[in-house]
């Protein structure tokens, strides 16, 4: 069985422990919905990515909650810029442990995780992981106006540098 690993705000792990995964029910052209997760892989970076982008947008500390999948399942694997296919749970391990760059990469499973098939529910460091993009360490962000981003860390400095408009 194929673990992957699915992160949440850590005011949900007593839900989560208690009633499973809740699948995003929004269905948008080909996009299914589902439950976002990453395999787990021996790269702890890549399996963990997208903890920093989440925390973004969700205040507070960030969990990791695991869960096993049969091999055979099929989920909805790719990167998150680019077209998605179809593949077995088992399939999408090893394209991720194959990629030469998994960054950005994700995988939704088309439904919900029950409460019996979670492994382990983990506290996470909060450090891991890239913000806005995979490739966005030293380019400068799309938008520098006020209301995209508001609330970001040291946004004040960086508009200066830039020389955005008030």
Request: hydrophobic share 40%.
């Amino acid at each position: 069985m194929a673990m992957f690993v699915h992160l949440t705000p850590e005011s949900k792990v007593a839900v989560i422990r208690r009633n499973g995964i809740r699948r995003d029910r929004r269905a948008v052209g080909d996009f299914p919905g589902g439950v976002f997760a990453v395999p787990v892989t021996r790269n702890f970076s890549v399996s963990h990515q997208w903890l920093r982008e989440l925390k973004r947008r969700n205040p507070g500390a960030m969990a990791g909650v695991y869960f096993r999948v049969p091999d055979a399942e099929q989920v909805w694997v790719g990167h998150y810029r680019k077209n998605h296919r179809w593949m077995t749970a088992a399939e999408a391990v090893g394209e991720f442990d194959t990629a030469a760059d998994a960054q950005g990469w994700e995988v939704i499973i088309p439904r919900r995780i029950e409460a019996g098939e979670l492994h382990r529910v983990r506290t996470l460091p909060q450090v891991v992981g890239w913000r806005f993009s995979p490739d966005a360490k030293g380019k400068p962000p799309f938008c520098t106006c006020k209301f995209c981003n508001r609330g970001e860390y040291g946004i004040r400095r960086m508009r200066e540098r830039l020389g955005a408009p008030d």
